[in-house]
Nanobody, 123 residues
Framework: QVHLVESGGGLVQPGGSLRLSCTTSGLTFGSYTMGWFRQSPGKEREFVAIINWSENLTYYADSVKGRFTISRDNAKNTVYLQMNSRKPDVTPVHYC????????????????WGQGTPVTASS
């Protein structure tokens, strides 16, 4: 059974850094894609970054290029999202997700999701 658990969310100041983790289990495919998405109140869940598990190919939303980094540790079955230089906007809930598709960037193309971890701005 596929299971995804996010962690690492919490308080962060504008301009600060935070690393999110997604620990996976039940992913035994030879090739698949992991994604990070975020959702703010009143908005749709949007693409942030994706990584191909076996080939280490990455893609980023234009809004986070140069500030966020997605990576993975195969031995630990964990995907990370390093968020640097966060802008002072509304902080959303972040979700990790999995798909066997060809690196899609639409939330509806992902079949498995974690519970989400919120990132809240501090003052």
């Amino acid at each position: 059974q596929v299971h995804l658990v996010e962690s690492g969310g919490g308080l962060v100041q504008p301009g600060g850094s935070l690393r999110l983790s997604c620990t996976t289990s039940g992913l035994t495919f030879g090739s698949y894609t992991m994604g990070w998405f975020r959702q703010s109140p009143g908005k749709e869940r949007e693409f942030v970054a994706i990584i191909n598990w076996s080939e280490n190919l990455t893609y980023y939303a234009d809004s986070v290029k140069g500030r966020f980094t997605i990576s993975r540790d195969n031995a630990k079955n964990t995907v990370y999202l390093q968020m640097n230089s966060r802008k002072p906007d509304v902080t959303p809930v972040h979700y990790c997700a999995e798909t066997t598709g060809w690196a899609p960037r639409l939330a509806q193309d992902y079949g498995y999701w974690g519970q989400g971890t919120p990132v809240t701005a501090s003052s």
